[in-house]
């Protein structure tokens, strides 16, 4: 999930040489005290060893099995044309028949299947970008594939609301220019299931104009937490917090950028007692926890100067490659790819797993990767954590987007890793983790060159047992 033209891949291959190499780990529930100081993150068996797939697409443990949903190029829309190339954050909500899932695609370039332009559906013309929606059954087979929005930029990952809607979110800060007829870099709403509460896409202004990556939404407060996955400078988690007397529910953000009082954006600071931290890489040991305080950013819609610009160092907390987001056990997971000293990070790894409490107002690390120094090895280092979500079985589930091998990585609720999946067909990323309302399907994604899995097998609590 970048737009640079170096991948994460190539930037991870330069400077994983040095480091532990190991991976170090914690509770994902609660860390304090001497427990946080153990390199916990052994292996642990998860559902068991991958068993390699014969079709060379998707290892996964034994019983498990996989359904391709949809697949770039050569599924159709029922529009006629080909299923986009790139997909990536996906969001899951019931259906009629079984699921309904809203899909991003990563498009901002020249990539071979854009989302078709259809009318009443597309923001700009000139961008190739948007979303899919899918209908599958329980047995996750695909009933219907069509278009949800079009003619957006970039659409990385993004986040459901309690209401039942989609957010996706443009990485870029593209102007207007060229073949763009409308600045980029917003959030947009997505109805998964009344495809014309989509028509004339509106970007939700007050949630700021900058390369966004995922989004968590508070069910009780209704605010937003937002990651910014950007470099120089790197970039900044942030907090949308509705305008008094907000009622929301479907259609209410969309009614809200329409309206002056957008409520407040702001970006976050962290503190250790009152000693101000300035990159989120300054933590190296799960449990290291955070004060956590707010401040209003300038000009969210960036008009002259980045929003990540527009503060010092001294004013914020920054973060290379910030990029997936989750609501969760009461407050909001987010993930720090990697870091490297040559990006302006204080220390290098390959991976955090952060969770923002908003009832204490602190923000604690819950998983730390140390950088993978043999990432073509399948040996149970992993690197590169991208997209997130929570397990109704207990931890969370990554994908990983770094070197080498790429793996949908389960992290226990004591803090150990162990492989779920395994791609067998090339080195591209896993996107899109998402588990069905009934807990029975996980939906996943390979980017490149484009596949929508659903994963069914003998879900349960996975196992902690060492290997």
Same mark, same amino acid.
């Given at each position: 999930m970048t737009t640079s033209p170096l991948s994460r891949r190539s930037l991870l291959r330069g400077g994983a040489a040095g480091g532990l190499g190991i991976v170090v780990a914690g509770s994902l529930e609660a860390i304090a005290g001497p427990v946080a100081a153990r390199p916990a993150c052994r292996p642990a068996a998860g559902y068991g060893d991958l068993v390699p797939d014969p079709a060379g697409l998707l290892a996964l443990p034994p019983g498990f099995s996989y359904t391709v949903v949809a697949q770039a190029g050569a599924t159709l829309l029922e529009s006629g044309q080909p299923t986009p190339s790139d997909a990536d954050g996906t969001g899951c909500f019931r259906g009629?028949?079984?699921s309904v899932l809203v899909n991003n695609h990563e498009i901002g370039g020249d990539e071979p299947y854009p989302v078709p332009a259809l009318p009443g559906l597309t923001y700009d013309p000139g961008a190739r970008g948007g979303t899919t929606t899918i209908e599958v059954d329980r047995h996750g087979r695909r009933l219907r594939e069509y278009v949800s929005v079009a003619g957006t930029h970039n659409n990385c $990952?993004?986040?459901?609301?309690?209401?039942?809607?989609?957010?996706?979110c443009e990485e870029t800060e593209q102007r207007a220019g060229g073949r763009y007829l409308k600045d980029h870099g917003y959030v947009f709403e997505v109805d998964p299931h009344d495809r014309s509460a989509n028509t004339g896409p509106l970007p939700l202004t007050f949630l700021g104009r900058y390369s966004h990556e995922a989004v968590a939404v508070d069910p009780y407060t209704h605010s937003i937490y937002l990651t910014e996955d950007a470099s120089g400078p790197n970039g900044l988690y942030f907090r949308?917090?509705?305008?008094p007397g907000f009622r929301a529910g479907k259609g209410a953000l969309r009614a809200l950028a329409q309206r002056p009082d957008g409520g407040s954006l702001a970006a976050m600071r962290c503190l250790r007692g009152d000693a101000h931290v $300035?990159?989120? !890489?300054?933590?190296t040991t799960p449990g290291t926890r955070y004060r956590v305080e707010w401040v209003e950013v300038p000009d969210r819609d960036a008009r002259t100067v980045s929003v990540r610009k527009q503060f010092t160092d001294a004013e914020v907390t920054r973060s290379r490659k910030l990029e997936g987001a989750w609501w969760g056990d009461g407050g909001a997971y987010f993930v720090a790819s990697y870091a490297r000293h040559d990006d302006g990070s204080a220390n290098e790894h390959d991976g955090q797993v952060w969770f923002y409490d908003p009832r204490r107002q602190t923000v604690t690390l819950k998983t730390v990767f140390g950088v993978n120094t043999d990432p073509e090895a399948d040996t149970g280092n992993y690197d590169g954590p991208d997209n997130i979500t929570v397990s109704p079985y207990g931890g969370v589930i990554l994908a990983e987007d770094g070197e080498g091998v790429s793996h949908l990585v389960g992290v226990t609720e004591q803090g150990k890793a162990?492989?779920? $999946?395994?791609?067998?067909?090339?080195? !591209?990323e896993f996107t899109g983790p998402t588990f069905s309302a009934d807990g029975r399907t996980l939906f996943?994604?390979?980017q490149s060159p484009g596949y929508v899995f659903a994963i069914t097998g003998p879900w349960g609590r996975p196992s902690n047992a060492h290997r």
């Amino acid at each position: 999930m970048t737009t640079s033209p170096l991948s994460r891949r190539s930037l991870l291959r330069g400077g994983a040489a040095g480091g532990l190499g190991i991976v170090v780990a914690g509770s994902l529930e609660a860390i304090a005290g001497p427990v946080a100081a153990r390199p916990a993150c052994r292996p642990a068996a998860g559902y068991g060893d991958l068993v390699p797939d014969p079709a060379g697409l998707l290892a996964l443990p034994p019983g498990f099995s996989y359904t391709v949903v949809a697949q770039a190029g050569a599924t159709l829309l029922e529009s006629g044309q080909p299923t986009p190339s790139d997909a990536d954050g996906t969001g899951c909500f019931r259906g009629p028949h079984g699921s309904v899932l809203v899909n991003n695609h990563e498009i901002g370039g020249d990539e071979p299947y854009p989302v078709p332009a259809l009318p009443g559906l597309t923001y700009d013309p000139g961008a190739r970008g948007g979303t899919t929606t899918i209908e599958v059954d329980r047995h996750g087979r695909r009933l219907r594939e069509y278009v949800s929005v079009a003619g957006t930029h970039n659409n990385c $990952a993004g986040g459901i609301t309690p209401w039942g809607t989609w957010l996706t979110c443009e990485e870029t800060e593209q102007r207007a220019g060229g073949r763009y007829l409308k600045d980029h870099g917003y959030v947009f709403e997505v109805d998964p299931h009344d495809r014309s509460a989509n028509t004339g896409p509106l970007p939700l202004t007050f949630l700021g104009r900058y390369s966004h990556e995922a989004v968590a939404v508070d069910p009780y407060t209704h605010s937003i937490y937002l990651t910014e996955d950007a470099s120089g400078p790197n970039g900044l988690y942030f907090r949308w917090t509705p305008p008094p007397g907000f009622r929301a529910g479907k259609g209410a953000l969309r009614a809200l950028a329409q309206r002056p009082d957008g409520g407040s954006l702001a970006a976050m600071r962290c503190l250790r007692g009152d000693a101000h931290v $300035a990159d989120l !890489s300054e933590a190296t040991t799960p449990g290291t926890r955070y004060r956590v305080e707010w401040v209003e950013v300038p000009d969210r819609d960036a008009r002259t100067v980045s929003v990540r610009k527009q503060f010092t160092d001294a004013e914020v907390t920054r973060s290379r490659k910030l990029e997936g987001a989750w609501w969760g056990d009461g407050g909001a997971y987010f993930v720090a790819s990697y870091a490297r000293h040559d990006d302006g990070s204080a220390n290098e790894h390959d991976g955090q797993v952060w969770f923002y409490d908003p009832r204490r107002q602190t923000v604690t690390l819950k998983t730390v990767f140390g950088v993978n120094t043999d990432p073509e090895a399948d040996t149970g280092n992993y690197d590169g954590p991208d997209n997130i979500t929570v397990s109704p079985y207990g931890g969370v589930i990554l994908a990983e987007d770094g070197e080498g091998v790429s793996h949908l990585v389960g992290v226990t609720e004591q803090g150990k890793a162990y492989p779920l $999946a395994r791609n067998e067909l090339n080195d !591209s990323e896993f996107t899109g983790p998402t588990f069905s309302a009934d807990g029975r399907t996980l939906f996943a994604n390979i980017q490149s060159p484009g596949y929508v899995f659903a994963i069914t097998g003998p879900w349960g609590r996975p196992s902690n047992a060492h290997r």
